[in-house]
Each structure stands twice: as C-alpha cells, then as structure tokens.
C-alpha cells in the first residue's frame, strides 16, 4: 500500500533552533517528492521539489534530503523564526499513471516559541 | 505567491441546502484539483480535471460535482449540504507539461465549510 508517513505529528521549538522533519514513504514507482509548507488556514506552498537523481535541496533556510534507496526523506530548518510556525506537508508523486498520482502526509505542527 | 483564488473562505451553512465553492486561476493552468481536508489530517482528492470539459472523481468518495466550462474556472457543487460535509475544501492548479515530473501544484487559500 503506497503510504506517507511524516514524524514527530508535532514539534514545539525555540526561536532561533534548528530542526529536522522526517518523511518515510512506500509509494513505487516514486517520481519525486516535495514539501510543502501550510499556514493555518491557507494552502498548502511548495518548498521544495526533489526527483530521484537528487539528495539534497535548498530554499533560504529550508533543506530537503532524499534517501530513494531507503525511501526517505527529511526537511532541515535552520535558525527558525516565528513565521516558520506552519504545517509541513510531505508529498510524494508516482508515475504509475497518467495522472501522476500524489500522495499526502498528515504533515508536521511545527510551533516556534519566541 | 500563486494567483488562484477561492471564495468564500468562510461559509457556515444549514443542512440540505444547495452551495457551490468558488475557484479561479489566472496561470493559464490546465490541470486543476479539488482536495478535501480535515484538520491534522492529510488531503484527499476529490475531483480534478485536465482541461476544458475534462472531470474526473478523485481518490475520495464526494457527494460533489464539478464542472469546467471555462480553463480559468472550477466550481465545486453540493447538492443538499449535510454536516458529514463539514471541512477545509482546497483548490489546486498546476500546468499539463509534456512529462511534467517537475510541476507544482499550487493551491488557493481554501474554503472553510461548516454544516449545522
């Protein structure tokens, strides 16, 4: 069963510390795999986009590894900030179809605390 | 930030009454899409379409129709609201490219429904 499995469910952190957000998947064929940042009450913004010939990618303080081979992936935020409070979302997109079929995580509650 | 749009945002509605959520893109996309979601958990796709004409049911049973007279425009009809109803409704948009791995969905703000 093609699954996204995202971890911690919730973090709470101080202003100015890093963190790391995990994301495990099962989905195959894989395609690649994003992350996508969601304040509360709005949609869901990409952050990053990876294919399987990446293992890392950057946006600002935002990084992104991919592990195809273990089928991971993680999502460093370096130096947070208030506004980093948001849902991140873990999706990973298939290719068994022709509609490029996406898969959701429940995503990580990151709450920064000044 | 993305230029597609939802209206309304808020909408607290009494059961069996006929509502229809707004979406609208300025991109030009193709490809648009309705999730459903509820708080903490992840989206569910619901409805999406290729183009003009083109609508498909998603992943997750709907009580839901769609239509796409327009590229621009992708309303989202229930027929008679009922509280099972009650949920955050996204709309997404993203282009139809040749083996498009790359595209990005970009998505509206979303549309807040409570059923009483």
């Known amino acids: 069963k093609n699954q996204v499995e995202q971890s911690p469910q919730s973090l709470i952190i101080l202003e100015g510390k890093n963190c790391t957000l995990q994301?495990?998947?099962?989905?195959?064929?894989?395609?690649?795999l994003r992350w996508y940042k969601q304040d509360t009450g709005r949609g869901p913004v990409s952050l990053t986009i990876?294919?399987?010939?990446?293992n890392t990618k950057s946006n600002g303080r935002y990084t992104a590894t991919l592990d195809a081979d273990t089928k991971q992936s993680s999502l460093h935020i370096t130096a947070s900030q208030l506004s980093d409070s948001a849902s991140y979302i873990c999706?990973?997109?298939?290719?068994?179809?022709?509609?490029?079929?996406?898969?959701f995580g429940r995503g990580t509650q990151l709450t920064v605390w000044p | 930030e993305a230029d597609i749009y939802q209206t309304p945002r808020y909408l607290v509605i009494g059961t069996g009454k006929k509502i229809t959520l707004e979406c609208s893109q300025t991109m030009g996309h193709d490809k648009m899409y309705w999730y459903q979601q509820d708080p903490g958990m992840e989206l569910h796709l619901i409805h999406y379409s290729y183009g003009v004409n083109s609508t498909e049911k998603g992943d997750l049973s709907s009580e839901s129709t769609v239509s796409r007279i327009r590229t621009e425009h992708f309303p989202l009809t229930l027929e008679s609201a009922r509280p099972s109803h009650t949920s955050q409704y996204l709309c997404?948009?993203?282009?139809?490219?040749?083996?498009?791995?790359?595209?990005?969905?970009?998505f509206g703000p979303g549309t807040r429904l409570l059923v009483l």
């Open positions: 990876m294919t399987f010939s990446e």
């Open positions: 999706v990973v997109s298939d290719r068994g179809s022709t509609l490029g079929r996406l898969y």
């Open positions: 997404a948009s993203t282009t139809l490219r040749e083996g498009g791995d790359q595209e990005t969905q970009y």
């Open positions: 994301c495990n998947y099962t989905v195959s064929p894989f395609s690649n």
